[in-house]
């Protein structure tokens, strides 16, 4: 094991709490040992009359090691290595959920040797001892914080290898490609010519590989990210009403004056597998309260800053000169027009073309899946959606393969326009590199801290 930037791992037992603690709401709370001096750690602290056997859980005591005086009563996970998360010596102390007992645990433990862990260090350190490779790591900070069932799907086939066969099959294709060629520079005499034919398929079914895969990144950042959704639109056209029917909940105050809204109200769902953040902002009209207006200028920022906009209109009022204003606002973003308050108001016509209008009665729960039926079709229009949902690559690894792409389609060129072998692997060679980087084959340890400082500090 090496030292990666700040991060120091060869040699050192880190401690952490692994799991999230909060305050009369976490009946457990684990403190995670990695490293060499783990057991020995434990075994000054953890009091229990049964055998220290590997994979098997004890029942007992932590007791401070200088006044013996008891902390917590706990069970003690014991694995040794190499049968572990990290390949090292790991001990997990399961205490009493809250703050004082594990923050208790996670000072002794420091207290007799052990360092803190970094974020993502116990991940980190898994890498580095061959457990993982870079697309199963970063799976794993995918599934923590995966925020529907399908992103959890897509993180989970990250870490069951699924990149990293697809990754891996086309860096050993360029390798055998760049073989043939630095075969025939240096044994031209003595072998066949090169198969050009050959290697040009072989370039075009590598190229047809990235494609796919490079079709999934879209599908990959709505699910870790989600969609940030406004609703908008003048005073009392019920688009309060819309986010509590939406979110089955009364997250907004709704009431017959206008204004009541004054600051942006959220909600958090989940529309065909995809997180959205539904934002209800205030009545855009010209007002004079101080209060009001700060709301109104948090709408206007809100519905910039937007995904997609929902243009909300009272129907029993119809297009009026507002929405005429509002609309040259907001008509270069994703939109959708909603007509709401259908139930009492006759069938109208609004003066747009080709734009998605969806028909509500928000205070009835009226029209809420055709709503998200439209949300999913500005979706499907915008981005290049994989049928293969399961395989859903990052920001970082798209770099990575257009990066790929790029140098093999220099290779083509550099073979159309004949030019010699030497140049076809300064290419081929970018590419393999490329590649590397993606399952972490070829990584640099400032590309590792900053993969490895976005997880949390416990894993």
């Not at 403190?31 to 229990?48: D, K, N």
């Not at 995918?142 to 993180?155: K, M, T």
Request: glycine letters at 8%.
């Amino acid at each position: 094991m090496t030292r990666t930037g700040k991060t120091v791992v060869q040699g050192e037992t880190i401690a952490a709490i692994a799991t999230a603690i909060v305050p009369q709401q976490g009946s457990v709370g684990i403190v995670r040992l990695s490293g060499a001096t783990a057991v020995t750690i434990a075994q000054q602290l953890f009091q229990s009359p049964g055998p220290w056997e590997s994979h098997r859980i004890l029942y007992g005591y932590i007791t401070h090691p200088d006044h013996q005086q008891t902390v917590d009563e706990a069970l003690l996970l014991l694995m040794r290595s190499p049968r572990s998360y990290t390949r090292e010596d790991v001990v997990e102390f399961h205490c009493h959920g809250g703050i004082m007992a594990v923050q208790q645990v996670l000072q002794l433990c420091i207290a007799q040797g052990a360092r803190l862990a970094t974020p993502g260090e116990f991940t980190l350190r898994a890498f580095l001892n061959g457990r993982l490779d870079l697309t199963q790591a970063e799976g794993i900070a995918d599934l923590v914080g995966a925020q529907s069932p399908q992103a959890a799907q897509a993180a989970l086939a990250g870490i069951r290898g699924k990149l990293t066969e697809v990754i891996r099959q086309c860096r050993s294709r360029c390798l055998d490609v760049l073989a043939e060629v630095e075969a025939r520079i240096d044994f031209a005499d003595d072998l066949p010519p090169l198969d050009e034919d050959h290697v040009r398929h072989q370039l075009e079914s590598i190229l047809a590989d990235l494609d796919h895969t490079l079709a999934t990144a879209p599908q990959g950042e709505l699910l870790r990210a989600g969609l940030k959704v406004a609703i908008i639109g003048q005073p009392n056209v019920g688009k309060s009403s819309l986010l509590n029917a939406w979110s089955r909940c009364d997250r907004a105050i709704v009431t017959a004056l206008p204004g009541t809204t004054r600051d942006v109200v959220e909600s958090h769902l989940v529309v065909g597998g995809i997180p959205v953040q539904v934002l209800d902002t205030a009545g855009i009209r010209d007002a004079t309260d101080q209060v009001e207006k700060m709301g109104i200028e948090r709408s206007q920022t809100a519905a910039q800053n937007a995904d997609v906009v929902l243009l909300t209109i009272d129907g029993t009022l119809g297009w009026t000169a507002a929405e005429e204003t509002l609309y040259g606002t907001i008509k270069h973003k994703p939109h959708i027009l909603v007509l709401n308050k259908i139930d009492i108001a006759p069938p109208i016509n609004l003066p747009v073309t080709n734009v998605p209008i969806v028909q509500t009665a928000a205070a009835q729960g009226t029209g809420i899946e055709d709503l998200e039926q439209a949300i999913l079709g500005i979706v499907q229009a915008g981005h290049a959606i994989a049928a293969n949902t399961d395989l859903a690559i990052n920001q970082r690894q798209a770099a990575a393969l257009i990066r790929t792409q790029t140098a093999l389609q220099q290779v083509q060129t550099t073979m159309a326009d004949g030019l010699p072998l030497d140049f076809w692997t300064i290419d081929l060679r970018d590419a393999i590199r490329a590649l590397g980087e993606v399952t972490g084959e070829e990584m640099t340890e400032s590309m590792l801290d900053e993969i490895f400082s976005r997880f949390c500090i416990g894993k």
